[in-house]
């Protein structure tokens, strides 16, 4: 069972507004679609900065710590991820194979709710069909000791600045006062990275 209210109703609220009248983040929200013309808008950033929508990933809670999963899946090691429309995907093919073995867990969750699982666990959401608006606010972490071994286009080591847990509903902050290194979709190396990859993996099956 996923931890129930990680984060408390007035929490939810908090963060609601923060996405609904943030400058910044409409600035920089792009479109990706998936390999059926749905398209989802995203808005990427590589530091969390000290508003709202920062300030919850840097909570204790939060930092070092849904929907559908393939349980098991994660012992398969590391999947290379390939461009599936215009967004990142495992490797369908390797997914449709794990499938055949790993068990689907469907995850209910209620807002405020948190899944915590090994960042190799396959895992996805259903289409949201409904009449009701879906956001996934994604906090991704990274030891210090994984610095890349090569100049790359995601910052090196950064210190994670922690907060207490009641910051964030301290937090009035709608548009971030540091530099949050939001992404520029027109410059966004991953997803030309993502096809190289696809079509290497291709070429190595061949």
Not at 44 to 73: C, E, F, I, M
């Amino acid at each position: 069972m996923p931890p129930r209210k990680l984060l408390s109703s007035e929490e939810i609220a908090h963060l609601n507004h923060a996405i609904d009248e943030s400058a910044e983040l409409k600035r920089h929200a792009f479109g990706r679609t998936d390999d059926q013309g749905r398209k989802s808008e995203i808005c990427v950033w590589n530091h969390p900065g000290d508003d709202v929508l920062g300030t919850v990933s840097r909570t204790r809670k939060v930092a070092l710590t849904a929907q559908q999963v393939l349980r098991g899946s994660h012992r398969a090691g590391r999947i290379v991820h390939t461009t599936v429309g215009e967004q990142a995907a495992a490797d369908p093919a390797r997914v449709r194979h794990l499938s055949r073995v790993c068990p689907r867990d469907l995850v209910q969750m209620r807002a405020g709710d948190a899944l915590f699982f090994h960042c190799n666990l396959l895992h996805c959401s259903a289409n949201n069909d409904s009449d009701r608006r879906r956001f996934a606010l994604i906090a991704a972490f990274n030891q210090r000791a994984n610095d890349p071994l090569w100049e790359h286009h995601h910052p090196r080591y950064t210190r994670l600045e922690m907060v207490p847990n009641d910051a964030l509903l301290k937090c009035t902050r709608l548009n971030s006062s540091s530099d949050k290194w939001f992404v520029d979709p027109d410059a966004d190396t991953s997803y030309a990275n993502n096809e190289t990859d696809s079509t290497a993996a291709a070429d190595g099956a061949a």
